[in-house]
T-cell receptor, first 110, second 113 residues
Framework: QKEVEQNSGPLSVPEGAIASLNCTYS??????FFWYRQYSGKSPELIMF????GDKEDGRFTAQLNKASQYVSLLIRDSQPSDSATYLC??????????FGSGTKLNVKP | NAGVTQTPKFQVLKTGQSMTLQCAQD?????MYWYRQDPGMGLRLIYY???????DKGEVPNGYNVSRLNKREFSLRLESAAPSQTSVYFCASSESMGDYGYTFGSGTRLTVV
């Protein structure tokens, strides 16, 4: 059973703070890692993906991957109320097959 | 560009009824997918089509069938709906076998009574 675990939250942070979202996965053979944002009642939208150990930055977002410890995280700098959403972690185990976590709900308070 | 278009957006079925969910993408993607999303369980793959002419089962295929009509369209059929199939259904597409992530449709909220 492939597992992707996320804390369901809610994670509450004040506006302007750094939000840190974490995800762990069970299969060491995992190849690619994705973060999606999902607003209530809407479909998931891709934020970023990471393949290699280390950090990858895109604007206010940074994805961090540690394959030895089997976790991937998403940092959101200068959090805004518009960042309030559920964040889904997805792990690709082989081609065409992804497993999603159940998501972490983020609340950014003005 | 419309991206991935799903119809209908909402549907209520009685137990035992059948229906087809339609999905079309205009991004020239090779791969298409059907997922269901249930509270607390995340997205689960029902079926996927790696390329035109092929379909494969995902994690939860029982009670569903699919058709890859052409490169653009991928439909999901419920032959005899059950209350356990009450869920939100998302169609998605990708290039390069998902290596760069998915583009999702807007979803279909299905209730089976």
């Amino acid at each position: 059973q492939k597992e992707v675990e996320q804390n369901s939250g809610p994670l509450s942070v004040p506006e302007g703070a750094i939000a840190s979202l974490n995800c762990t996965y069970s299969d060491r053979g995992s190849q690619s890692f994705f973060w999606y944002r999902q607003y209530s009642g809407k479909s998931p939208e891709l934020i970023m993906f990471i393949y290699s150990n280390g950090d990858k930055e895109d604007g206010r977002f940074t994805a961090q991957l540690n394959k030895a410890s089997q976790y991937v995280s998403l940092l959101i700098r200068d959090s805004q109320p518009s960042d309030s959403a559920t964040y889904l972690c997805a792990v690709q185990y082989n081609f065409n097959k992804f497993y999603f976590g159940s998501g972490t709900k983020l609340n950014v308070k003005p | 560009n419309a991206g991935v278009t799903q119809t209908p957006k909402f549907q209520v079925l009685k137990t035992g009824q059948s229906m087809t969910l339609q999905c079309a993408q205009d991004m020239n993607h090779n791969s298409m997918y059907w997922y269901r999303q249930d509270p607390g369980m995340g997205l689960r793959l029902i079926y996927y089509s790696a390329s035109e002419g092929t379909t494969d089962k995902g994690e939860v295929p029982n009670g569903y069938n699919v058709s890859r009509l052409n490169k653009r369209e991928f439909s999901l059929r419920l032959e005899s709906a059950a209350p356990s199939q009450t869920s939100v259904y998302f169609c998605a597409s990708s290039e390069s076998m998902g290596d760069y992530g998915y583009t999702f449709g807007s979803g279909t909220r299905l209730t089976v009574v």
